[in-house]
């Protein structure tokens, strides 16, 4: 009669700790994303900087899965358009949103749509997971290209010569590093859970 007590009393904490733990990795993922997000490096032919926002989405992928790895970006997108300083180049608001790089900003929401479920199915198989990863860049890589042709009175071609191509080495390279890590970094946090 105790010990049934004592799992009553015990049970409802069990259930609580990993919705805890899960808002407390979405809080973190989120708070990366916030940090690292604003550091971009301007270039030359394009309004479009180089961030490490997308390098932090993919893991969050392999780190949160789809569901909550979107929670965290809308989190952030909602940091960044009332105002704070998390968009890149520590802007913030939304001008950022209907300027000439809000789209690739709305459609980072469809990559992790769309690449989420692909990394999460690939489990284990990296070349799948990149595979994944390389289609929700490219549906992000369309809505970016379309918002700053329409944005810039350009066509989609010069769109895409400004606001795609100088970043493929370095998408690439990112792809590729969170498909290396992003597996291990979800086992050690899930390690670091028990």
Do not use: H
Not at 52 to 71: D, F, H, Q
Not at 103 to 109: A, C, E, T
């Amino acid at each position: 009669m105790i010990e049934k007590a004592e799992q009553t009393v015990t049970s409802p904490t069990r259930a609580k700790r990993p919705a805890v733990i899960d808002l407390t990795v979405i809080a973190l993922v989120t708070a990366i994303t916030c940090i690292l997000a604003p550091l971009s490096i301007p270039i030359v032919i394009s309004p479009v900087p180089v961030t490490l926002t997308n390098l932090v989405l993919y893991l969050s992928l392999y780190i949160l899965k789809t569901r909550k790895a979107l929670i965290s970006y809308l989190i952030y997108l909602m940091l960044g358009l009332v105002g704070l300083p998390v968009f890149s180049g520590f802007s913030g608001g939304l001008g950022k949103l209907v300027g000439p790089t809000g789209g690739y900003l709305v459609g980072f929401i469809f990559m992790i749509l769309v690449a989420g479920p692909l990394v999460e199915r690939a489990r284990g198989k990296i070349w799948l997971q990149i595979a994944g990863l390389i289609l929700g860049t490219a549906v992000c890589y369309a809505f970016g290209t379309v918002w700053l042709a329409v944005q810039m009175k350009i066509s989609i071609p010069a769109g895409l010569a400004m606001g795609v191509l100088p970043y493929l080495p370095g998408d690439g390279a990112k792809m590729i590093l969170a498909a290396l890590t992003g597996q291990e970094i979800a086992k050690r946090i899930k390690a670091a859970q028990m």
